[in-house]
């Protein structure tokens, strides 16, 4: 007799739509004879969709009475359709996943409207990423990340983690560590290496299985993905190995590329795939630990050591190849066509795997926020060897490194549904989205008391809603965003969602003018970097640095063309004044939209509030000082002290601006430690309080 689901869920429910302020009753019927993990995990969401709600089994008298199948006849993995016939919702998915999908897109519509309405839905990209930096072994070490350690071994952590992310439909957790074998297997042959007691490490290994059922029971593939030739601290020590790397900054250096570290390297990866059978794949990254190599040693030490231990495990995986960069000391050089037409040969032979494997490329380097079109990747300039001819064998993603705001809140459909839109290619399947230098953990950030959230990660509840659910489909209207917001914030909805959307676009047009590469040459909410012929130190991005950039974005005009241009648009690319003018009204317009809203005792509100006040206001400096900049150049090629002057007028709007945004986060955000300020800096605590001594400072400089 096959085992049927009969759920009915007599739920009394507030519509966020209208804010009702009588609750209304409402039946739900759910009968469901699929016993896969996906189906399970939906439905024990919608029995939590009301903490009041009233739980019983009937068979007849609902409101509404779901049925669900699978057909992958019809339907590609992870979609689905909902129809309706009077009282009768049939959910029909690709896979249990896409059935997944849909219990939980009902569940989202009972909440927001009280209703449930027909809907097909199918993923626009098969690989939708978070990249989760771990605390273990990291790849910059610093006692910030070591903050995190605890809670990132904490299955309640993840149980909300991962609840967040099959909410937002993405399906790939990757976990990033220079060497997170450690941390998972002992090896008979190598016992020396691990720093654990078998107690300790059967401990460990318990969290990484839950970790992994966990996903899976989500519909989210986990990988693991290091960073080449590390190997643990006490197996150097045993075999007397070259400790370079571990006497230096750890991911820069040349590795120990002897017989005994190969041999190691395959016994690790061959133990972690065996040990843990819901781990989906693992993955690799050619450049750190590898300096003086070439790039063909780079290639052969993968396929001699960590293609080999894949080789020898009892299952198939799933791959993630990194592609590497031209031979070059620390992390690896430059781009080089050469070179990847070398690694698209190797790509080529591989075919152990399970299935296509995938290849990441960083888009527009470490700041991946900024402009939608393609300019660089990491290293400079991409040739079309990876997809020139076809690949039959792998598909490419894009990494959308967040280098660039992490206190400050973020959403931006625009952005992301135009970057879709350009780079969806038929041999790209998808993204990867996350931060090299944060960890969405531990909240340091939220000083005052009385908000709801727990984790950093539900701060930024937008920012993974927009890239998950526009990742899976780039159509979902702004409508499901503003109704996000109004469940959260009653009669509120539409203006914090325009506002927001408008504001967030100001990190994305910071970072496309200044052009930064690797992390710490920009951080945009911030507005620190390294500045122009100043050397490598983070501070307050001058109007030097503006006069001097070659803006990202190839729609904008740098000032110096502009100047040279006779001051007129060419070729219909945005002026340096037509910009600052956009931003400012925009800015302006979301300062508006928010005046009259008042937060009262909701703390939560009054961060949203907040933080679009902070953005604005960040967005006018940027404004200001880029005219400022415009009319200092024009100063120092006329000595026209009217130039000078209105330059010294436009910094001193900016100056104010500036003190706007202080005053609008002194009083939510104590100074907080960022991971960007560590590089040659005594501390890495940031607030754009102490960060204005040096605003004012430029003004007295530029009067002189």
């Not at 019927?29 to 009301?50: K, P, R, T």
């Not at 917001?485 to 003018?513: H, M, Y």
């Not at 009262?600 to 949203?608: G, M």
């Amino acid at each position: 007799m096959k085992n049927i689901i009969l759920l009915v869920v007599v739920l009394i429910l507030s519509s966020c739509a209208d804010n009702k302020s009588e609750r209304e009753r409402l039946n739900v019927q759910v009968d469901i004879d699929n016993q896969e993990a996906q189906v399970l995990y939906a439905l024990s969401q919608l029995e939590e969709l009301s903490q009041d709600s009233i739980l019983r089994l009937v068979k007849s008298k609902a409101d509404y009475h779901i049925t669900a199948k699978v057909d992958s006849s019809d339907l590609t993995a992870e979609a689905y359709t909902i129809t309706l016939k009077n009282k009768q919702v049939i959910i029909t998915g690709g896979d249990a996943t896409g059935l997944m999908y849909a219990l939980l897109d009902i569940k989202e519509q009972l909440i927001t409207s009280q209703k449930i309405s027909a809907k097909s839905e199918a993923p626009a990209m098969a690989f939708r990423a978070i990249k989760f930096n771990l605390p273990y072994d990291p790849y910059r070490a610093s006692d910030l990340l070591r903050s995190h350690a605890e809670l990132c071994r904490d299955t309640l952590f993840w149980h909300d983690y991962l609840d967040m992310m099959a909410e937002n439909r993405f399906n790939k957790l990757t976990l990033w560590s220079l060497h997170p074998f450690n941390y998972m297997v002992k090896t008979d042959k190598y016992p020396e290496a691990c720093r654990f007691s078998d107690a300790e490490m059967a401990e460990w290994q318990r969290f990484w299985k839950a970790l992994f059922r966990m996903a899976k029971e989500r519909g989210i593939e986990t990988y693991m993905i290091n960073w080449n030739i590390f190997v643990p601290m006490e197996l150097s020590q045993a075999h007397h190995l070259s400790s370079e790397l571990r006497d230096k900054n750890k991911h820069l250096g040349t590795g120990d590329t002897s017989e005994i570290v190969k041999d190691y390297t395959r016994e690790v990866v061959r133990a972690t795939i065996d040990t843990y059978p819901n781990l989906t794949g693992l993955g690799i990254t050619l450049g750190e630990g590898m300096g003086g190599m070439t790039a063909e040693q780079r290639e052969q030490w993968l396929l001699d050591s960590f293609i080999q231990g894949a080789r020898m495990a009892k299952r198939k995986i799933k791959f993630i190849h990194r592609v590497p960069l031209s031979a070059g000391k620390g992390s690896g050089g430059s781009t080089s066509a050469s070179v990847e037409r070398m690694t698209r040969r190797t790509l080529d032979t591989l075919t152990c795997f399970d299935g296509p494997m995938n290849i990441e490329l960083k888009f527009n380097w470490s700041h991946g926020h900024s402009t939608p079109h393609l300019v660089k990747v990491h290293g400079g300039k991409l040739s079309d060897a990876y997809w020139n001819p076809m690949p039959d064998n792998y598909y490419l993603a894009w990494m959308i490194r967040n280098e660039d705001f992490f206190v400050l809140r973020w959403g931006q459909t625009d952005f992301i549904r135009q970057h879709i839109a350009e780079n969806n290619h038929p041999y790209v399947n998808g993204y990867y989205v996350g931060s090299e230098t944060y960890i969405p953990a531990v909240d340091h950030f939220t000083s005052l008391t009385g908000a709801s959230y727990k984790y950093a990660f539900e701060r930024q509840w937008l920012f993974y809603k927009t890239w998950g659910r526009l990742l899976y489909n780039p159509q979902t209207p702004d409508q499901v965003f503003e109704e996000a917001f109004e469940c959260r914030f009653p009669e509120k909805g539409d203006v914090l969602f325009s506002a927001q959307n408008k504001t967030s676009k100001v990190p994305l047009i910071i970072a496309s003018w200044f052009n930064a590469r690797w992390d710490f040459t920009l951080y945009s909410e911030g507005f620190l970097g390294f500045n122009h012929q100043e050397g490598p130190s983070v501070k307050l991005l001058s109007i030097s640095t503006m006069i001097e950039r070659e803006p990202m974005d190839p729609e904008y005009m740098g000032i110096k063309a502009f100047v040279a241009g006779g001051e007129v648009a060419q070729n219909g690319k945005i002026t340096p004044l037509h910009l600052a003018d956009s931003v400012e009204h925009f800015c302006r317009q979301a300062l508006a939209d928010v005046t009259h809203l008042s937060w009262d005792d909701d703390v939560d509100l009054r961060y949203e509030i907040s933080d679009i006040k902070a953005w604005a206001n960040m967005g006018l400096y940027f404004s200001n000082k880029l005219r400022a900049a415009f009319y200092f150049y024009k100063y120092q090629l006329t000595q026209d002290k009217k130039h000078h002057q209105q330059a010294v007028e436009w910094m001193a709007k900016g100056v104010d601006n500036w003190s706007d945004l202080v005053q609008v986060t002194k009083d939510v955000y104590d100074p907080v430690p960022v991971s960007h300020l560590s590089y040659r800096r005594k501390d890495n605590i940031f607030h754009w309080a102490l960060v204005q001594e040096q605003v004012e400072a430029e003004l007295e400089w530029l009067k002189q």
